[in-house]
């Protein structure tokens, strides 16, 4: 269980009602009454609030609400059920999905409750039920997603990472060495987050429409005058749109961000990008690039500088540990790795999985330039210089 002190009491006690007593006894009477709890949550009484007004120990007081809950929850100590909630790229959600059905029939003894989305459900309700409410327990015990703002803005999951809520589990030690060699090391060294795998970003150049202009080879290219109103960008559903951003930021400062801002000619999915007649260049995950003909004007280009990356996270609760032990090998294993891989092109963490990047270099804007940064703050500024140039 999780208690904070900005929790609001309607909360707590709607969610633990074995906290009632113990808040009776420090005088708050009638919270077993829905008008009295509605009558506070209307008022914004947290918990920090309620221990001023009652003149308590908010620090001394959670650990004696914590422990009616513990007591509650050791008579129920017979149901281990964990729970799994996967927000996957759409190429591989099927036989993600169908590969852990097989190994729950498999390992009859595993009780979870799981529900595998596709990504473009999005992430909204996190905020709105997780963070803005400060509830990490409807969180699942272990969470799937790519999502580069999310987890690395310190008022969003960031500040559960910071309080050691979650734990790397894996058991894996070094990165698969496209993630682990001179220019990258992807693993978190603090041993919070899990990745299983990556999302890259790279172009495809439509030739017949340069007219002149040398087929951009770089990300730097793309920054340049003669391709200003010429790249298409997926803004609005992009799990990779933040991290471009960012990683743009970090190599040509917010000079390069507003130039990007000036290339951009359309925002569209990228299953409509292959179709559009009109960009140039377009920016989508490296699975797209297999719906781009051989032969034709269009040409799959990997940025000199590397893919820009976006990694799939895989968050687990470190209180889960046991009831999550066989899910976290299945799911940071080889047979997921493979599948990552080979069916959705998109690279694994998994030593011993064979990458389908033939050693060409990806782009990871690094643990110590995001610990060192505001990421929340650094995003929005980027977002904010993005749309100056994008309107320029």
Not at 5 to 16: A, L, N, T
Not at 191 to 198: E, F, Q, R, T
Not at 242 to 254: A, D, P, R
């Amino acid at each position: 269980m999780y208690i904070s002190k900005s929790m609001s009491i309607k909360s707590i006690v709607e969610k633990y009602p074995e906290t009632i007593p113990v808040f009776a006894n420090i005088g708050f009477k009638g919270l077993d009454n829905p008008a009295v709890l509605q009558k506070l949550e209307e008022q914004g009484i947290t918990l920090e609030k309620a221990m001023m007004i009652k003149k308590e120990d908010v620090d001394a007081f959670i650990p004696m609400l914590q422990h009616a809950i513990a007591s509650v929850e050791r008579e129920d100590e017979g149901v281990k059920e964990a729970s799994l909630m996967g927000l996957l790229p759409c190429p591989v959600r099927i036989p993600l999905l169908e590969g852990f059905e097989k190994y729950l029939a498999d390992n009859k003894d595993i009780k979870v409750k799981y529900e595998l989305k596709a990504a473009y459900s999005g992430l909204g309700w996190i905020k709105d039920e997780v963070i803005d409410k400060n509830d990490i327990d409807k969180l699942a015990d272990m969470f799937i997603s790519a999502g580069f703002d999310l987890f690395f803005d310190k008022d969003l999951m960031g500040k559960f990472k910071e309080q050691g809520i979650f734990k790397d589990m894996t058991g894996i030690e070094k990165y698969n060495t496209d993630f682990d060699n001179e220019n990258i090391h992807l693993k978190d060294p603090h041993g919070d987050y899990s990745m299983i795998g990556v999302v890259p970003a790279i172009f495809i150049v439509n030739k017949a429409a340069l007219n002149g202009r040398e087929v951009p080879r770089s990300w730097e290219d793309l920054l340049k005058p003669e391709f200003a109103k010429s790249v298409s960008l997926p803004i609005a559903d992009f799990d990779l749109f933040n991290s471009i951003l960012i990683h743009i930021y970090k190599l040509y400062g917010f000079e390069g961000v507003k130039s990007l801002g000036h290339s951009l000619l359309s925002n569209l999915h990228p299953a409509q990008m292959v179709e559009a007649k009109e960009p140039v260049v377009t920016i989508m995950p490296y699975f797209f690039s297999k719906m781009v003909p051989e032969k034709g004007p269009k040409e799959v280009i990997w940025p000199k500088e590397g893919a820009i990356i976006s990694p799939i996270f895989m968050l687990t609760k470190a209180s889960k540990a046991k009831e999550l032990d066989k899910i976290i090998k299945f799911m940071s294993g080889k047979t997921v790795g493979d599948t990552l891989a080979n069916q959705g092109l998109f690279p694994s963490v998994h030593p011993e999985v064979k990458n389908p990047v033939n050693g060409r270099p990806m782009l990871w804007v690094g643990w110590d330039f995001i610990y060192s940064n505001d990421m929340g703050e650094l995003i929005k500024k980027c977002e904010e210089t993005f749309k100056e140039g994008a309107g320029e």
